[in-house]
């Protein structure tokens, strides 16, 4: 059996409910359509390893490029319809096995299934029946056209129709904002992969500090990470990894290189596989020779206590800005207290904030979503509770003087943050970097310290799916002495 489609029998009805959800969130008389994507070349003859977009994904576990799933609302009822590849044995031969599209429909149970070569006389006939079409404004339907531009040339062959009464869909939805409000929650079935996904990133990370000594390549642990992710069954990286030694721990994603790791340095790993299509997400930071320095410990235990603060007080209730503000009171507190920042300077962490002069140290913020995607989809903002828009006037919608940045912030601002609720899956990521030169002791530069977990919440407080690597001083100090 080949991993065309990611259904297990006791998954079976997993995405035809996630079809009723998305379908319950558009209105009737609606045509829903996600495509996988298309292979992307490298260079020459040489493609990207494809993976199917998550939207697809999310619909219907299905792996293949070249395929688009097509849902339609009428009368309350939602059929689907699945074009994939056809068989073709000359294809499969050089290119691998196809699932083809008669076995995809039945994995699936769609309710009708035709080769992607169809597809092209098909769309106009179901588009001529429907007033609204749903796609994703900004994906590509092919490596060619985005979604939209084909859309319009199915329309192309329905303009006579207008003649005779019939009216062309009405309106076009973008898919982006009713699916990304879906993937916002994990189920069960996602929970358990993203604690696996979890767990085999960990062990990447254990044996990256294991393996780690002065003298090899920040490339050569990069190798342990994938070899340690691949040889536990995660399919891929989540994104890719980064492996920063000395000075490059300070460079927020610097890409594994042939720096050399030196006695005395510290190193920075941030890398997850993707399991399943889910990704996870770690960050931790380790002496290379296995032994934190006074001055290294120091700011280490600083952001683990930030974290550790912030993943304590994330639960159903809780705003995803509280956790932020959370891990940054502390970090603030360690800049004054190991005098990065000037305490007769600014005198409180209130202060110091508000002056945004941490700033320097700390530029990020401590959390993002996880999924399907690392920085997976999903608002942030939500409308201000007990608030209408009295002013409805012009100037309440932009100001004619600002720039669109500034425009797009000022309604942002009319937001607030997001309040936390149980199937919320996030990273929790404080930090500080201490570039040399910066106006800082030269006793602490060249550390850039990161520590990052993944978290769901739960019906009362959180699950962290990433501890089977440690973050205190002492058990990564075991972990990388008891290797030799
Ligand atoms: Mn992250």
New binding site residues.
Partial sequence: MHNFINIKPEHKNIYKQRWQHLADSLPDSSLILVGSGDNIYRNSDVDYPFRASSNFYYLTGFTEPNAVLCLVKKQEVVYSILFALPKNEAQEIWHGIRCGYENAGKYLGADITYSIDDIHQIMPKLLAQISNCVIEFNAFYDNKKLWRDILFEWFEPLKSMQRTGHKLPQNIINLHEHISELRLFKDDYEQEIMLEAGKISSLGHIKAMQTSKAGIQEDYLEAELIHTFKQNKAQSIAYNSIVATGENTCILHHRAGQSILKDGDLCLI?AGCELDGYSS?I?RTFPINGKFSKEQAEIYNWVVAAQQAAIDIAKPGITFEQIHTTALDILVYGMLESGLLDKKKYGTVENAIESGAYQQFYMHRTS?W?GLD??DVGRYKQEKLNETNQNKSLEFIFNPQDNLQASLLNLAGKKTSIILQKGMAL?V?PAIYIRANLNADSKYWNIGIRI?DDIIISHQGNHILTRDVPVDIKSIEEIMCSCS
């Fill in positions: 941030d997400d960050t993002h996880l690392v920085h990273t990521e990052e």
